[in-house]
């Protein structure tokens, strides 16, 4: 038996632990910390050793990796001066540990791995692989004598910051994008015949797109424009355009090149569900997005790697479940509901005191709730790897309800107004809604849907006509999620739920009180965590 432990360092860090090639735990710093992409990992490595019933001198090998300049080769992170025996280290290249977690969660036996992101180790932005079952082959990687600033993920960055986001808010471009007009043409980036990316722009962040429009004589005015202005939408159509068409540009000259059945895209471009779509639309053969391509998801990466230096072996996921978070039992949520008091921080305002019953049919009774228009907490089992919410810490409501969108977005989550919500589909449903229905079950593509999509999805169907589904298949094993929309489709006809992740300018919640403290200081009409249903006097 191997047993090996990933670790990430940096922003965005976690632990896995891998046993025999399958992740029985994984979680990221930020769910336990509860700051947002929050650097370090000792709080998740001792939340996964807990969880595996492991200690660190159990391991066969513990993977470590970063971004920026590499790690030194004998990097243990101090773990040495806790553990009793010695410890076997690795260092794992950023971009090769996104193109393993994403290889091996994609079950393709061939497939040509494209990563890109912000930047891995030495200023790499891009690199592409060749993987199958006995090995791996690195066939691009971004020129290094490049700037950083060059990079697909890097521009895309660097727009986000001047439309007044921030670096890890590319989502709110990718959303915005489809309110504005495709009313700029200048080239932002320049693809050569091996597949390697070359943008227009001179720096990075918001100062290398004002350097950029007053070379090419573009007059987009001063940083952060406001996002209701139609300047504002064209800048962020515009980078969405130019980002698929270089996306596109680079597989189709990585496939000529490198000819393959397959391709799998991961690092934190991604992340564009919309630029996932366009690939899938436009190359033949399979398709799959990793859905922990962001950092989040390195180390489950590194601890495959770990297995792979052991062995020679590269596994293929025993399933697709991205469910990796620890079990939580009765007790767990009975100390959190009777300890109230201490599940709220310091400062947090509470909207009212928590009353709480037990129910025999949770399922049942949270989609009466949801028939008669209540927005609810769901919190079920073990949590989710990577930033989408996939039905087990969710916000879920009927996406039919008129201002349902604005309700959440303004009295709820706080968010802009222009941020679109996904929805989860029962397959039997999605027929109507989709053609062809592909295997989307990580809400990480936004496919067009068809025009009777509105009937079933609601307020779900973005204004250009897209949905980041999740689709839900009926014969899939316990899964309370899937329980949930079929109790839904008795009450209301149909099996689609509004999704969003349980949160509120936070990271999602990971354990029962992070639930009821997130639940007591936000507008929600009710809580169903695990077998109890909650709500405020």
Same mark, same amino acid.
């Given at each position: 038996?191997?047993?090996?432990l990933?670790?990430? =360092?940096? @922003?965005d860090?976690?632990a +896995?632990?891998?046993?025999?090639?399958?992740?029985?735990?994984?979680?990221?710093?930020?769910?336990?910390?509860r700051f947002?992409?929050a650097?370090?990992?000792?709080?998740?490595?001792?939340?996964?050793l807990?969880?595996?019933? &492991?200690?660190?001198?159990?391991?066969?090998?513990?993977?470590?990796?970063?971004a920026?300049?590499?790690l030194?080769?004998?990097?243990?992170?101090?773990?040495?001066?806790?553990?009793?025996?010695?410890?076997?280290?690795a260092?794992?290249?950023?971009?090769l540990?996104?193109?393993?977690?994403?290889y091996?969660?994609?079950q393709?036996?061939?497939?040509?791995?494209f990563?890109?992101?912000?930047?891995?180790?030495?200023g790499?932005?891009?690199?592409?692989?060749?993987?199958?079952?006995?090995?791996?082959?690195?066939?691009m990687?971004?020129?290094?004598g490049?700037?950083?600033?060059?990079?697909?993920?890097?521009?895309?960055?660097?727009?986000?910051?001047?439309?007044?986001?921030?670096?890890?808010?590319?989502?709110?471009?990718m959303?915005?994008?489809?309110y504005?007009?495709?009313?700029?043409?200048?080239?932002?980036?320049?693809?050569?015949?091996?597949?390697?990316?070359?943008?227009?722009?001179?720096?990075?962040?918001?100062?290398g797109?004002?350097?950029?429009? &007053?070379?090419a004589?573009?007059?987009?005015?001063?940083p952060?424009p406001?996002? &209701?202005?139609?300047?504002?939408?064209?800048? +962020?159509?515009?980078?969405?355009?130019?980002?698929?068409?270089?996306?596109?540009?680079?597989?189709?000259?990585?496939?000529?090149?490198?000819?393959?059945?397959?391709?799998?895209?991961?690092?934190g471009?991604?992340?564009?569900?919309?630029?996932?779509?366009? %690939? $899938?639309?436009?190359?033949?053969?399979?398709?799959?997005?990793?859905p922990a391509?962001?950092?989040?998801?390195?180390?489950?990466?590194?601890?495959?790697?770990? @297995?792979? $230096?052991?062995?020679?072996?590269?596994?293929?996921?025993?399933?697709?479940?991205?469910?990796?978070?620890?079990?939580?039992?009765?007790a767990?949520?009975?100390?959190?509901?009777e300890?109230?008091?201490?599940?709220?921080?310091?400062g947090?305002?509470?909207?009212?005191?928590l009353?709480?019953? @037990? =129910?025999?049919?949770?399922c049942? /009774? +949270?989609?009466?709730?949801?028939?008669?228009? &209540?927005?609810?907490?769901?919190?079920?089992?073990?949590?989710?790897?990577?930033?989408?919410?996939?039905?087990?810490?969710?916000?879920?409501?009927n996406?039919?309800?008129?201002?349902?969108?604005e309700?959440?977005?303004?009295?709820i989550?706080?968010?802009?107004?222009?941020?679109?919500?996904?929805?989860? %589909?029962?397959?039997?449903?999605a027929?109507?809604v989709?053609?062809?229905?592909?295997?989307?079950?990580?809400?990480? /593509? +936004?496919?067009?849907?068809?025009?009777?999509?509105?009937?079933i999805?609601? /307020?779900? %169907? @973005?204004?250009?006509?897209?949905?980041?589904?999740?689709?839900?298949?009926?014969?899939?094993?316990?899964?309370?999620?899937?329980?949930?929309?079929?109790?839904v489709?008795?009450?209301t006809?149909?099996?689609?739920?509004?999704?969003?992740?349980?949160?509120?300018?936070?990271?999602?919640?990971?354990t029962?009180?992070?639930?009821?403290?997130?639940?007591?200081?936000s507008?929600?009409?009710?809580?169903?965590?695990?077998?109890?249903?909650?709500?405020?006097?």
């Open positions: 038996m191997t047993v090996t990933g670790i990430h =360092v940096g @922003h860090g976690g +896995a632990v891998c046993v025999d090639g399958r992740i029985v735990v994984a979680c990221a710093e930020e769910r336990l910390t947002k992409y650097n370090g990992w000792w709080n998740s490595v001792r939340y996964c807990e969880a595996a019933g &492991k200690a660190l001198s159990d391991f066969d090998l513990i993977a470590f990796s970063n920026g300049p590499p030194c080769d004998d990097f243990d992170g101090g773990l040495s001066t806790w553990s009793t025996g010695s410890l076997r280290t260092v794992v290249d950023h971009h540990s996104h193109a393993l977690g994403a091996v969660f994609s393709f036996d061939n497939a040509l791995v990563v890109g992101d912000a930047g891995g180790n030495l790499m932005t891009e690199s592409a692989y060749l993987f199958s079952r006995s090995g791996f082959e690195r066939v990687v971004s020129d290094p490049r700037q950083r600033c060059k990079g697909l993920g890097s521009t895309y960055e660097a727009f986000t910051n001047f439309l007044g986001f921030a670096d890890q808010e590319s989502g709110k471009t959303a915005l994008a489809a504005g007009m495709p009313d700029i043409s200048h080239p932002l980036f320049d693809v050569d015949g091996d597949g390697r990316i070359y943008s227009a722009l001179e720096a990075t962040h918001q100062w797109v004002v350097a950029f429009a &007053k070379r004589g573009l007059n987009w005015g001063d952060f406001n996002s &209701k202005s139609a300047p504002a939408q064209s800048i +962020a159509n515009y980078v969405q355009r130019s980002f698929e068409t270089a996306l596109l540009e680079s597989l189709s000259s990585l496939l000529n090149r490198h000819p393959s059945p397959n391709v799998v895209v991961s690092g471009v991604g992340l564009n569900c919309v630029a996932n779509s366009a %690939v $899938r639309n436009r190359l033949q053969g399979g398709f799959f997005a990793f391509c962001s950092d989040t998801g390195l180390a489950i990466g590194n601890a495959l790697y770990g @297995h792979w $230096r052991l062995t020679g072996m590269l596994p293929k996921a025993p399933d697709r479940s991205m469910l990796f978070g620890r079990t939580y039992g009765g767990d949520v009975q100390v959190a509901l300890r109230r008091p201490d599940t709220v921080p310091p947090a305002v509470r909207l009212g005191e009353r709480y019953h @037990h =129910v025999s049919d949770p049942g /009774e +949270a989609a009466r709730l949801i028939a008669q228009g &209540k927005i609810l907490g769901w919190w079920q089992g073990r949590s989710e790897s990577g930033p989408r919410a996939l039905g087990s810490r969710s916000i879920v409501a996406p039919r309800i008129e201002g349902v969108v309700r959440l977005n303004v009295q989550k706080e968010r802009e107004w222009f941020r679109p919500f996904g929805p989860s %589909v029962l397959r039997s449903d027929q109507a989709l053609d062809p229905v592909n295997d989307y079950r990580y809400m990480i /593509e +936004a496919p067009k849907v068809s025009t009777r999509a509105s009937a999805l609601g /307020e779900c %169907v @973005h204004i250009d006509g897209t949905a980041r589904v999740q689709i839900v298949d009926e014969s899939e094993g316990e899964n309370s999620y899937r329980d949930l929309l079929i109790a489709k008795r009450e006809g149909t099996g689609a739920l509004l999704n969003t992740s349980f949160n509120l300018r936070e990271p999602l919640v990971e029962p009180g992070d639930a009821i403290a997130t639940f007591l200081r507008r929600l009409d009710a809580l169903i965590l695990d077998e109890f249903v909650c709500w405020k006097e």
